[in-house]
């Protein structure tokens, strides 16, 4: 058997993540793994399209992901691990990056892997068509093959190596190109039935009720993977996905999906882990975005009283069962690379809110009121909606009167990105392992009007767009850190808008599972080394 | 001959309602705040302006609404329902798939409503005012009042999680490959308790009709007719007032078929069911024009098959509306 992984994990670094991660280290003993068995998965959702070379989002991740392999995935201490790429090196301009390809990987459909797949995907998917890759991408000129293993990325402006390797494992998944090749690549039939050298080959997809991928017998991580079967199981209904997991129907439901209360329950469950381990990839802010274009608003005495009249730390022990904590602005604690040990904190003070309020003019009036804003809620989660209940009581007591206005998916994105139909507006924000990926967005200004998760708010500053734009063509890790901590200081003291509680989602998992969650995008990731234990 | 040009007849007088509601639809679906591609960009986190416009042109967004409107009825007109944005595939095609978990509810939860509440019923109304009678219409008043998605709720706590004897949700075992009478029995399993979940208050509203209808033909004269020429009680009650009192319970089918259809949005959703109700919610909220027209389209096409199977049962049980009198 080849050094794997999993080998890699039971030597020396385990050791070194025995610590962060005690249950890892645990997890690892029991045994040796046991071929075979099927694995059922709990889908909230459902999307359009399994191919996360054209949508990087964690729904499309958890079934794609073990069908579609990307260049370059995480390892257990959340480092680079190579996938389809086995070695990569930049150019000391930062304007060239070559892969080295690994040899000897076929298709599903028996055709090998080559670096034409790699230029194909990167020119016609990431860079046309890939949410937040025709971003990364955006100065990519050309991706050259000297030879069937080799991918050179040519850059017009710099391309910062770490940001590119970070970014490659959400967005950096290749698509095979005689597949694709000459047709319409949204409406290609293998958005739906993906072809891909992962370990699992797709076999079946029923919408609206699952899609199924069995073992690929070739796999190129011999011996892998050790599962026969996954299947994925959409079931919206929160109440009847917990039904699920307690009768066994299911044995993982990852992306946080179920109720808060019954999370609290099955804690305590002993066939189950409940648990955020291995999420790390993919934190979860709950964000308040001020409309700079209310006048109030736009005072940033207003903005910190907003903060300060908050008891965040209550919030998230009462309300949310202890599942979060609060966050030190955009960066959450689970990045360490970027996250600012000497943040300024708002701590939970209504004198201090009152006094700002009462210094930035707006007095309470005779009904003890200052003013009233509209808060527009976004209808994920039910920890969105617990928070703006929150929000509206807090803000009470501190004379400002606040209205709930909830929409639906489509109604809040058009009404707060593409009407700027709100004074505050509530959601979430998710953390992709650098600020550069879909953090800087939320404060660059110049975003055009409409498009969702960006700067809407009215808000500009010359200094924060420098910073950001200097930042992500900055090719020495050591200055973009610099640059990445100052921006930091800026918008937390500017506060255009803030991100209060940082969490990581909550996986359940059967105990029978072996070896999940060990990786910080674990759900997203290729499972070959998943196996059940009898 | 007369069955093909009332069916006729009645389709006709009801392709009018059926462009008012598909046209009214349309424009009220245009009042709320947000498209597809707003829904898309939500469920997959995010995307830049440039994608987002070209996604919008991809689905003929960017027309006018009253050209949308038009090319939809146009292609209507040659029986065309569109093309999904959701599933990326012919909105008949969706519906089509959707379609026999949704049937198979509805028959199997009508029919059971049905014969329990007929059969309780007459138990009723044969007992009336002693305790078989009481008890019967407090467990009817239970059922009439308690919302089914709390019954549906129950019965998984029940039998599905702590007494493991049923499925929890869906509509068969995946991937356990069943085929032929195994497959029959284990979508049965499936489908047991969201059938009695959805058919306990219906089978409230039947008993009570059915005590009431009862209880009024008994006191008929051809009931004390029969009785004078010394018929047993089994006899008239099978002969004569079942036959007469089944007519409002037929007339009730009709109208429940809608409400029925309403219903299985709950019930498909507590069960994971993959049925036309659930698509239907799924298409409201992602806002998918065309399916969910289409949804409404076949689902009106199905109440005014049902209606029309009401009137041929209406003629079979009381030859004198059949008689066109």
């Known amino acids: 058997m080849s050094f794997t992984r999993r080998d890699a994990l039971k030597t020396g670094p385990a050791v070194a993540l025995g610590a962060s991660i005690p249950a890892l280290a645990q997890a690892q003993a029991k045994g040796e793994p046991r071929r075979g068995g099927t694995v059922t998965v709990h889908m909230q959702g459902e999307q359009r399209i399994l191919n996360p070379a054209l949508r990087a989002s964690t729904g499309v991740y958890v079934v794609g992901g073990k069908i579609m392999e990307p260049l370059v995935d995480l390892n257990a201490k959340g480092e680079p691990d190579p996938v389809l790429a086995t070695s990569w090196e930049s150019s000391p301009d930062g304007k060239t990056i070559t892969f080295k390809l690994r040899q000897g990987v076929n298709w599903h459909d028996g055709k090998p892997f080559t670096s034409a797949d790699v230029q194909f995907t990167a020119m016609e998917m990431w860079k046309r068509h890939l949410n937040y890759g025709t971003a990364l991408q955006l100065y990519l000129d050309g991706v050259d093959t000297p030879d069937a293993h080799t991918a050179v990325f040519r850059y017009s402006r710099p391309m910062p190596m770490d940001l590119m390797l970070r970014a490659m494992s959400d967005l950096g998944y290749i698509a095979p190109k005689h597949v694709y090749e000459g047709t319409n690549v949204l409406e290609n039939p293998a958005n739906t039935a993906p072809i891909g050298t992962g370990p699992f080959k797709f076999s079946k997809y029923e919408r609206g009720q699952y899609v199924i991928a069995v073992r690929n017998e070739n796999y190129w991580r011999k011996g892998f993977p050790y599962l026969d079967q996954i299947v994925w199981r959409f079931i919206p209904d929160p109440a009847a996905a917990v039904a699920a997991i307690e009768s066994g129907q299911i044995q993982i439901s990852a992306e946080g999906a179920l109720p808060l209360a019954d999370l609290d329950r099955l804690k305590k469950d002993p066939k189950f882990e409940v648990s955020s381990r291995g999420n790390e990839g993919n934190a979860v802010m709950n964000t308040i975005e001020f409309n700079f274009r209310r006048k109030e608003l736009a005072d940033r005495r207003v903005r910190e ?134 953090t800087t967005v939320w404060y660059r200004s110049g975003s055009p009007k409409g498009a969702p998760w960006t700067n809407q708010w009215g808000w500009q500053s010359d200094q924060v767009d420098k910073l950001i734009d200097a930042a992500a063509f900055e090719t020495d890790p050591a200055k973009r850190r610099q640059l990445y901590a100052d921006w930091v200081k800026r918008v937390n003291d500017e506060i255009p808008l803030w991100m209060a509680i940082e969490r990581l989602l909550i996986s359940v998992t059967n105990k029978s599972l072996q070896n999940h969650h060990n990786q910080p995008r674990w759900i997203s990731s290729s499972w070959h080394d998943l196996w059940l234990s009898a | 001959m007369r069955i093909l040009s009332l069916a006729l007849r009645r389709l006709a007088a009801s392709l009018p309602t059926l462009f008012v509601i598909l046209a009214g639809l349309f424009l009220l679906l245009q009042l709320a705040p947000g498209d597809t ?107 009439y009042a308690t919302p089914s998605f709390w019954f549906g709720l129950m019965g998984i706590v029940v039998f599905a999680v702590r007494l493991a004897w049923l499925p929890p949700g869906g509509f068969e075992t995946i991937g356990a490959g069943y085929t032929g009478v195994a497959r029959v029995l284990d979508i049965a399993r499936h489908l047991l308790l ?48 079942l036959r007469n009192a089944l007519l409002p319970m037929v007339t009730l089918i009709g109208l429940q078929a809608g409400a029925m259809l309403g219903g299985s949005v709950v019930v498909e959703s507590v069960f994971a069911l993959p049925g036309l109700g659930r698509l239907a919610y799924d298409s409201v909220v992602q806002r998918d024009l065309n399916t969910l027209l289409g949804i409404v389209f076949v689902s009106a096409l199905l109440v005014i098959v049902i209606n029309f199977v009401v009137d041929l049962a209406y003629a079979r049980l009381d030859p004198r509306i059949g008689a066109g009198h």
């Open chain 2, 37 to 143: 591609v707003d829904a898309l960009v939500a469920q997959m986190g995010g995307g830049d302006a440039a994608m987002i416009e070209e996604l919008r042109r991809h689905y003929g967004l960017d027309l006018p609404v009253a050209v949308q409107l038009g090319n939809y009825l146009w292609r209507l007109v040659s029986l065309d329902l569109g093309h999904s944005a959701i599933y990326g595939k012919p909105v008949v095609d969706v519906i089509l798939e959707r379609l026999p978990a949704t049937l198979l509810l509805m028959v199997s939860a009508l029919s059971f409503a049905f014969a329990a509440g007929m059969a309780l019923g007459v138990i009723a109304a044969r007992r009336v005012n002693k305790w078989p009678d009481t008890a019967i219409s407090t467990l009817g008043l239970v059922f």
């Open chain 2, 194 to 241: 969201p059938t009695v979940t959805l058919a306990l208050i219906f089978l409230a509203i039947y008993l009570r009709i059915m005590r009431a209808s009862m209880l009024e033909v008994l006191t008929l004269d051809f009931v004390r007719t029969a009785r004078a020429k010394g018929l047993n009680e089994t006899a008239v009650v099978v002969r004569h007032v």
């Open chain 1, 305 to 438: 009283a907003i903060v300060r009249a908050l008891d965040v730390e209550f919030f998230c022990e009462n309300f949310l069962y202890g599942f979060a904590k609060p966050a030190k602005g955009p960066i959450p604690s689970s990045s360490p690379k970027f996250f600012p040990k000497d943040a300024p904190a708002y701590p939970f003070d209504k004198k201090k809110a009152e006094a700002l309020l009462d210094a930035a003019g707006y007095k309470r009036g005779a009904d003890g009121k200052r003013f009233s804003i509209r808060l527009v809620p976004a209808p994920w989660g039910e920890d969105i909606t617990l928070w703006s209940t929150f929000i509206q009581q807090s803000l009470q007591q501190v004379g400002i009167g606040v209205e709930i206005v909830r929409y639906d998916a489509a109604g809040f994105l058009s009404n707060v990105y593409k009407d700027w139909n709100f004074d505050l507006a509530t959601g979430w924000h998710q953390y992709r392992g650098d600020p550069a990926v879909s």
